[in-house]
């Protein structure tokens, strides 16, 4: 006899389940700095920085915040995870401190698209301590940024 319908879907579907998601956003970014990915889902990522010895800002071991805010925006585009998405704004808490040793897990998850807008929702964690929450506002654009012709409109003159 052969094969029930049950058996068939049940050898194709993990195949599309396990399917990842490549990564098409900042792949050049030092991860020592940024965190590392862990998974990465189309809107939603999970991002953790391991902090370390070169982000201590003072001699009680705090990581200063610029190092977290990174991680954090990281994560906000990885979630994007479109080539040409850039950070317009954020609004975001530090909530608790971060020490040097401590591993912070960002969640960002995608929770609206208008057109080249997105806005994310980014928090960190070190264990069950929620350490950080923000608001990423970022823009896809056509072309790389730094190869926009930002003054096309504007009168070149005196």
Do not use: W
Request: some cysteine.
């Amino acid at each position: 006899m052969g094969k029930s319908k049950p058996d068939e879907l049940e050898e194709v579907l993990p195949i599309a389940v396990n399917q990842q998601v490549m990564l098409n956003t900042h792949e050049k970014i030092n991860t020592v700095y940024s965190g590392d990915i862990e998974k990465l889902e189309k809107g939603f990522s999970r991002v953790v920085l391991e902090t370390t010895e070169a982000m201590r800002a003072d001699e009680v071991g705090l990581v200063h915040g610029g190092f977290i805010f990174s991680s954090a925006d990281y994560a906000a585009m990885v979630a994007v995870n479109e080539p040409n998405v850039v950070l317009a704004s954020c609004n975001c808490l530090f909530l608790a401190p971060v020490r040097v040793g401590d591993f912070v897990t960002f969640e960002a998850t995608e929770h609206q698209k208008e057109g080249r807008k997105r806005n994310v929702t980014v928090r960190g964690y070190v264990h069950e301590i929620k350490v950080f929450e923000g608001e990423f506002k970022t823009v896809v654009t056509e072309r790389h940024v730094l190869r926009l012709d930002l003054m096309k409109n504007v009168e070149r003159g005196a």
